[in-house]
């Protein structure tokens, strides 16, 4: 299947539209392509034109989606469907799919994050399973989880633009945004970001050999308990930093030692499996922090939140790459960084770093 790509489109959270431009601009450049960003501020998504088409799988390898910092999303862009009459969009819809010699293992319809596009979200529920068997009826769409998945966009009910991923090189949800539950006995919607954080910075592998029974873990500014609770409920021992108070639900689960001190200073007696924090500092101060707990090896994983300036947001992360950067190669150390702008974060980004 040798589509062209004409673009990409990418989601976002609404606001962060200019940093989604510059890092598609990147991963453009980086595919030897280039061209320009259709973007309006507070829409959550973009387009990001090519001046040349090229082959959609060979512009999307260039950077694989963990890569991705501010995207909630993204995939090739093929092409638009417009005029879709209101009585048969399905059949239209697979029709030409079919005529282009497109198949998928899954399709994922979709729009944009904002309470404007809310109103598509019922229309597609219920289109949905009406386009799943027109797609299966033509054989675009198959039982196969090696093929790509089909990304239809739409900004109203009339037209759509089709996009296409690798099988496994996208979001874990669609449009990036995760239906999470809140545990039972948490103490903040804080919780869900690091749930979030373990699906969307971390491998399957990762997760089952990083979140089992019986490791230990800090948390640095713990209080009121919604992180530490996601490693309690999963039988990791959590010693809880914090000099706030720590919410009753979150000690009773009996895996949690509050420790009332500096979570700049502390340390642990031995070496633990995770550090987590989620202090509010300054970006710098936090990554120097992390990247002396990974290379002291006073813990073998982090997940961490940077809290972002307004303006030049992209500077500070690179600031807070480089500052990593240093601490770990300095001692000889390879390490895995991965940064992303979570759904759960606002005006930060969540990352992961561990040793090899
Ligand atoms: C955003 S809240 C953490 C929320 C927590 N992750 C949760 O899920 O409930 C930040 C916490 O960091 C703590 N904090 C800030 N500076 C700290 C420091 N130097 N040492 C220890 N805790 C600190 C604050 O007391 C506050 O409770």
């Keep these: ?6 673009g990409l489109l990418l989601h976002c959270r609404g606001g962060f539209e200019g940093e989604v431009a510059s890092e598609a601009a990147q991963a453009v450049a980086e595919a030897g392509n ?25 512009l999307l390898a260039a950077r694989p989606f963990p890569d991705w910092v501010f995207a909630r999303e993204r995939y090739a862009w093929i092409d638009r469907i417009e005029n879709l009459p209101q009585q048969d969009r399905a059949g239209v ?70 996009g296409l991923s690798a099988a496994g090189d996208s979001s874990p949800w669609p449009m990036g945004v995760p239906r999470l539950r809140m545990p039972r006995g948490a103490p903040s919607r804080s919780t869900l970001k690091l749930a979030e954080a ?49 919410a009753e639900a979150v000690l009773e689960t009996g895996m949690v030692e509050h420790v009332r001190a500096d979570g700049f200073t502390w340390r642990p007696k031995k070496p633990v499996d995770w550090m987590v924090c989620d ?45 990593i950067d240093k601490a770990l190669t300095e001692q000889g150390l390879s390490y895995t960084l991965r940064m992303k702008h979570l759904y759960h974060d606002r005006e930060e980004i969540t990352a992961y770093l561990a040793l090899g």
């Design 1 to 6: 299947m040798n589509l062209q790509a004409k």
């Design 34 to 58: 280039s061209g320009f960003a259709r973007a309006k501020a507070d829409t959550a998504f973009l387009r990001f034109e090519l001046y040349a088409p090229q082959d959609w799988r060979e």
């Design 93 to 162: 819809i697979a029709t030409q799919l079919a005529a282009m010699g497109l198949a998928a293992g899954r399709v994922s319809c979709e729009f944009a994050d904002t309470n404007e596009a809310k109103e598509m979200s019922g229309f597609l529920r219920r289109f949905t399973p009406h386009l799943e068997k027109a797609l299966q009826k033509v054989g675009v769409l198959r039982a196969q989880a090696t093929l790509p998945t089909l990304h239809l966009f739409f900004e109203s009910s009339e037209a759509c633009d089709i």
């Design 198 to 246: 373990f699906y969307a910075l971390m491998s399957e592998a990762e997760r089952e050999k990083g979140l089992r029974a019986g490791l230990r873990a800090v948390d640095l500014g713990a209080c009121p308990g919604g992180w530490t609770l996601q490693f309690a409920q999963r039988g990791i021992h959590v010693q809880s930093v914090d000099n706030g108070p720590m």
């Design 279 to 323: 202090m509010v500092e300054q970006p710098a101060r936090v990554a120097r922090l992390m990247a002396d707990w990974v290379a002291s090896r006073s813990c073998r994983r982090t997940i961490f939140n940077l809290k972002l300036p307004m303006k030049k947001r992209f500077d500070e992360i690179n600031r807070c790459r480089e500052i």
